[in-house]
C-alpha cells in the first residue's frame, strides 16, 4: 500500500496551506460540468414535450411520464452510483456515469414512439443520477476544508449553468434543429465533462481510505451508525426533500405560468425565468461564501427565513416588471441553499460512505421532490397559482426546524 500512497494521487488532496491545489480545480471543472449536464437536459425536455407530444402523437399522461420517468431513473441511478463509487472510486463511477448517459440521450434522438422514448429516457435518467453526489464527494476531498462550502456552491452552480444555457438556446435552436437535434446536442456537456473526468485520478482521501479498509462494509449502514448520525441523516432528507420540492414545483410551472396567466410569449417567459434561474444562481454563490465564514447552520436559517419571506411576497404580485426582480430574489433564497448540501454532507459522514451519503439523502429528497409539481398543479387548478406558491413557503418552515433541532455544526471539519 506504500506504493499507491506515493502515487500521483498523493497531489490529489487538499494543500496543507489552504489554497486550492492544481488537481482540486480540475475536480471542480469535471464535478460542476457533470452537473450542468443535468440541468441542461432536464430544463430541455420541458421545453420539448409538446413538440414530441405533436410528432409522436402522445397524451398529456404520456408526456409527463417522460419526465417522471427521467426523475425515478435518476433517483435509481443515485442510489446505485453513489455506493459503486464509494467502493471503486470517484472517477471510474463518474465516467460510467456520464458514458451511459450520453449513450441513451443519443438514442433519445432516434426514438420512433412513446414506449422506446420512454426506455431511453429512464436509462439516461440512471446516468444522471450519479451526478450530483459523486461529483460533491470528489471537489469536497480536493478543496481545503475552509473552503469546503464555496467548492460545493460551486459545483452546485454547475446545474443553474446547464438550466440558463437550456433556457436561453432552446427557443433559438428548436425551432431550427428540432427535437431530435436537440437531443444530440445534449450529448456535448457529457463528451466534455468525460474529457475532463479522464484526465483526474482518485483523491488523496479515498486512496486512504481503501488502503486502510481491506473489506469496505455496508455503506448504506453508515448513515445511521451512531445517533448523531442517524439524526444528521433524518435532517438533511427533510432539508433536501424541501429544496427539491420547492424548486420543482416552482421551476417547472413557472413559465406555464406566465405565460398562460400574464400572457407572456415563449421568449419572454424565457427571460422572466432566466432572470430567476440567475437569482438563484447568485444565492447559491453567496451561500457559499457565508456558509465557510459564518457556518452552515446560520447560512441555512438565514436563507430559509428569506425564502419564506419571498416566496409569499411573490405570490402577491401581479406587475411584470415588480415580479421580475421579485423573482430573482425569491430564486436567490429558494435555490441558494444547494450551496450548501454538499459540504455538509462531506463532513457528516467518513469517506467510505461519502459518495454514498450525498446521492442517497439527495436522491431521497429529489423523490419528495418529485411531487413538487404535482402539488402546484392540483392547488392552482383548484384554487390559483397564486394560492398555489404562498402554501410552498410553508415547506421552508419546516426547513427551520429541522436544521435547528437536527442538523449539526460542522464548519471547518476534517474528513474522516
Same mark, same amino acid.
Given at each position: 500500500?506504500?506504493?499507491?500512497?506515493?502515487?500521483?494521487?498523493?497531489?490529489?488532496?487538499?494543500?496543507?496551506?489552504?489554497?486550492?491545489?492544481?488537481?482540486?480545480?480540475?475536480?471542480?471543472?469535471?464535478?460542476?460540468?457533470?452537473?450542468?449536464?443535468?440541468?441542461?437536459?432536464?430544463?430541455?425536455?420541458?421545453?420539448?414535450?409538446?413538440?414530441?407530444?405533436?410528432?409522436?402523437?402522445?397524451?398529456?399522461?404520456?408526456?409527463?411520464?417522460?419526465?417522471?420517468?427521467?426523475?425515478?431513473?435518476?433517483?435509481?441511478?443515485?442510489?446505485?452510483?453513489?455506493?459503486?463509487?464509494?467502493?471503486?472510486?470517484?472517477?471510474?463511477?463518474?465516467?460510467?456515469?456520464?458514458?451511459? #448517459?450520453?449513450?441513451?440521450?443519443?438514442?433519445?434522438?432516434?426514438?420512433?414512439?412513446?414506449?422506446?422514448?420512454? #426506455?431511453?429516457?429512464?436509462?439516461?435518467?440512471?446516468?444522471?443520477?450519479?451526478?450530483?453526489?459523486?461529483?460533491?464527494?470528489?471537489?469536497?476531498?480536493?478543496?481545503?476544508?475552509?473552503?469546503?462550502?464555496?467548492?460545493?456552491?460551486?459545483?452546485?452552480?454547475?446545474?443553474?449553468?446547464?438550466?440558463?444555457?437550456?433556457?436561453?438556446?432552446?427557443?433559438?435552436?428548436?425551432?431550427?434543429?428540432?427535437?431530435?437535434?436537440?437531443?444530440?446536442?445534449?450529448?456535448? /456537456?457529457?463528451?466534455?465533462?468525460?474529457?475532463?473526468?479522464?484526465?483526474?485520478?482518485?483523491?488523496?482521501?479515498?486512496?486512504?481510505?481503501?488502503?486502510?479498509?481491506?473489506?469496505?462494509?455496508?455503506?448504506?449502514?453508515?448513515?445511521?451508525?451512531?445517533?448523531?448520525?442517524?439524526?444528521?441523516?433524518?435532517?438533511?432528507?427533510?432539508?433536501?426533500?424541501?429544496?427539491?420540492?420547492?424548486?420543482?414545483?416552482?421551476?417547472?410551472?413557472?413559465?406555464?405560468?406566465?405565460?398562460?396567466?400574464?400572457? #407572456?410569449?415563449?421568449?419572454?417567459?424565457?427571460?422572466?425565468?432566466?432572470?430567476?434561474?440567475?437569482?438563484?444562481?447568485?444565492?447559491?454563490?453567496?451561500?457559499?461564501?457565508?456558509?465557510?465564514?459564518?457556518?452552515?447552520?446560520?447560512?441555512?436559517?438565514? #436563507?430559509?427565513?428569506?425564502?419564506?419571506?419571498?416566496?409569499?411576497?411573490?405570490?402577491?404580485?401581479?406587475?411584470?416588471?415588480?415580479?421580475?426582480?421579485?423573482?430573482?430574489?425569491?430564486?436567490?433564497?429558494?435555490?441558494?441553499?444547494?450551496?450548501?448540501?454538499?459540504?455538509?454532507?462531506?463532513?457528516?459522514? /467518513?469517506?467510505?460512505?461519502?459518495?454514498?451519503?450525498?446521492?442517497?439523502?439527495?436522491?431521497?429528497?429529489?423523490?419528495?421532490?418529485?411531487?413538487?409539481?404535482?402539488?402546484?398543479?392540483?392547488?392552482?387548478?383548484?384554487?390559483?397559482?397564486?394560492?398555489?406558491?404562498?402554501?410552498?413557503?410553508?415547506?421552508?418552515?419546516?426547513?427551520?426546524?429541522?436544521?435547528?433541532?437536527?442538523?449539526?455544526?460542522?464548519?471547518?471539519?476534517?474528513?474522516?
Amino acid at each position: 500500500m506504500q506504493t499507491t500512497l506515493e502515487s500521483p494521487a498523493m497531489a490529489a488532496g487538499p494543500s496543507a496551506t489552504g489554497e486550492v491545489s492544481g488537481y482540486g480545480w480540475k475536480a471542480l471543472a469535471g464535478s460542476a460540468l457533470g452537473y450542468a449536464m443535468d440541468g441542461f437536459d432536464l430544463l430541455i425536455l420541458g421545453f420539448m414535450l409538446p413538440v414530441i407530444a405533436a410528432e409522436l402523437h402522445l397524451n398529456p399522461g404520456q408526456s409527463g411520464a417522460l419526465v417522471t420517468w427521467t426523475l425515478i431513473g435518476a433517483v435509481a441511478g443515485g442510489l446505485i452510483f453513489g455506493a459503486l463509487a464509494d467502493r471503486y472510486g470517484r472517477v471510474r463511477v463518474l465516467t460510467w456515469t456520464i458514458l451511459l #448517459f450520453a449513450v441513451f440521450t443519443g438514442l433519445c434522438a432516434v426514438a420512433q414512439g412513446y414506449w422506446d422514448l420512454l #426506455f431511453y429516457r429512464t436509462v439516461a435518467g440512471i446516468g444522471l443520477g450519479g451526478e450530483f453526489g459523486i461529483g460533491m464527494a470528489l471537489a469536497a476531498e480536493a478543496w481545503p476544508a475552509a473552503k469546503r462550502a464555496r467548492v460545493s456552491s460551486y459545483v452546485a452552480l454547475g446545474w443553474q449553468c446547464g438550466v440558463l444555457l437550456a433556457a436561453v438556446v432552446t427557443p433559438l435552436l428548436l425551432p431550427v434543429i428540432g427535437w431530435r437535434g436537440m437531443f444530440v446536442l445534449g450529448i456535448a /456537456p457529457a463528451l466534455v465533462a468525460w474529457v475532463v473526468r479522464n484526465k483526474l485520478h482518485e483523491p488523496e482521501a479515498y486512496v486512504r481510505s481503501t488502503a486502510k479498509t481491506q473489506a469496505p462494509g455496508n455503506a448504506f449502514k453508515l448513515l445511521v451508525k451512531d445517533k448523531f448520525t442517524a439524526k444528521a441523516s433524518a435532517g438533511l432528507v427533510v432539508l433536501c426533500g424541501v429544496q427539491n420540492f420547492g424548486y420543482y414545483g416552482i421551476m417547472i410551472w413557472l413559465p406555464s405560468y406566465l405565460s398562460k396567466q400574464l400572457g #407572456f410569449s415563449l421568449t419572454k417567459s424565457a427571460m422572466w425565468t432566466s432572470v430567476t434561474i440567475l437569482g438563484m444562481m447568485v444565492g447559491i454563490w453567496v451561500f457559499g461564501q457565508l456558509a465557510d465564514r459564518i457556518g452552515r447552520k446560520p447560512s441555512f436559517i438565514l #436563507f430559509q427565513v428569506g425564502a419564506v419571506v419571498m416566496v409569499l411576497v411573490y405570490a402577491q404580485l401581479s406587475d411584470p416588471t415588480t415580479m421580475l426582480w421579485a423573482g430573482a430574489l425569491m430564486g436567490m433564497f429558494v435555490n441558494g441553499m444547494l450551496g450548501g448540501y454538499g459540504a455538509l454532507m462531506s463532513e457528516a459522514y /467518513p469517506t467510505e460512505a461519502r459518495a454514498t451519503a450525498q446521492n442517497v439523502l439527495f436522491n431521497i429528497g429529489r423523490a419528495i421532490g418529485g411531487f413538487g409539481p404535482v402539488v402546484v398543479g392540483t392547488l392552482a387548478a383548484q384554487y390559483s397559482f397564486q394560492v398555489a406558491i404562498a402554501l410552498l413557503a410553508s415547506i421552508y418552515v419546516l426547513d427551520i426546524i429541522a436544521t435547528v433541532f437536527l442538523i449539526p455544526e460542522l464548519k471547518g471539519a476534517e474528513l474522516e
